[in-house]
């Protein structure tokens, strides 16, 4: 834990989807293995953590841990102080699937993880920000202590349009955007849930999303905005979000033809990135995912014990 200014707090976290996860979203059928999201874009993103002394949280897919060499690289991010959170079984969106799937997406997950690595896994995010009202109930059940799926956005209608996945989208437009206890009946809402909800911060003030593939989609200019917006706005904890892929050639990813902004050279790329994490990192202390809920647990205790 770094600890320059005790007021606020940055958490990173990293979905690592394979590209075999991404492109299954074209409906292109790419090997798991040799995969360059788990080369190429974690060795450059690794190195720019390293620049910073940042520990960050990996949300990881358990139909990776089937492959030799990612459980490799994987137990290298343990031993080097990062933590591992789940990201589900298969990398599908919690908004397609009926009760009993949803289920075991969150309760499977958690226990491939923590056999495979040797650790107790704390944290849970479903793949696309396709949350589910009735999640909390299942992640409590499993024994998580966190969740990132909510994303209190404005552009719930547009993220929909772009990739056809069902969200909740008015529910998104209401959600917090800043740490909460949710509902156990309702996961986008406040209540009195055993779990704690980290949400992805949105960009300050618009609740457009701010992490960094959109960066790389909206170029310089509105990382320059995002970056802004956030110094104007000084939230007390930001919890921003990086894909491996992004790093990754664009030669390599179908999707980066389709998709304005992801043909940027993989240089100017990492420059962005670097840019982002120093900016991130400036008078702010940088914790894993799971510290983060120890600093609001303990911010609440301080509270009830003054009132
Ligand atoms: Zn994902």
Redesign the pocket.
């Known amino acids: 834990m770094r600890t320059q200014d005790r007021k606020h707090y940055t958490t990173i976290q990293v979905?690592l989807?394979g590209l075999w996860?991404i492109e299954q979203l074209i409906g292109k059928d790419v090997p798991i293995d040799p995969d360059p999201v788990f080369i190429m874009g974690l060795e450059r993103l690794l190195r720019l953590f390293e620049e910073n002394k940042i520990k960050a949280t990996f949300?990881v897919?358990a139909r990776d841990l089937g492959v030799g060499r990612k459980v490799e690289l994987l137990k290298d991010l343990v031993a080097r102080g990062h933590e591992i959170a789940s990201?589900g079984v298969g990398?599908r969106y919690l908004s397609r699937l009926g009760k009993d799937e949803i289920k075991e997406e969150i309760v499977e997950s958690k226990i491939v993880l923590e056999k495979a690595l040797g650790i107790i896994v704390a944290g849970f995010?479903a793949?696309?920000f396709a949350a589910t009202k009735e999640m909390s109930v299942f992640l409590e059940e499993a024994g998580y202590i966190y969740d990132s799926s909510v994303f209190g956005t404005s552009c719930g209608f547009l993220m929909e349009m772009v990739s056809g996945v069902p969200y909740m989208k008015t529910d998104m437009f209401f959600a917090p955007s800043v740490p909460y206890r949710p509902s156990r009946s309702n996961i986008f809402r406040a209540g009195d849930s055993d779990i704690m909800e980290i949400p992805v911060t949105p960009m300050p003030f618009f609740r457009t999303p701010a992490h960094f593939s959109y960066a790389v989609i909206g170029g310089s200019m509105y990382a320059g905005m995002v970056r802004a917006s956030f110094r104007l706005a000084s939230p007390e904890m930001i919890n921003y979000l990086f894909?491996p892929l992004d790093l990754v050639d664009s030669s390599m990813v179908t999707m980066s033809g389709k998709v304005y902004g992801l043909d940027t050279k993989a240089n100017r790329k990492i420059d962005m990135a670097r840019k982002m994490l120093t900016f991130l990192c400036k008078g702010r202390t940088v914790v894993t995912t799971k510290e983060l809920c120890e600093v609001i647990k303990e911010s609440d205790r301080g509270a009830s014990e003054a009132s």
């Open positions: 979905d989807d996860a949300f897919v990201h990398h995010k793949p696309g894909h």
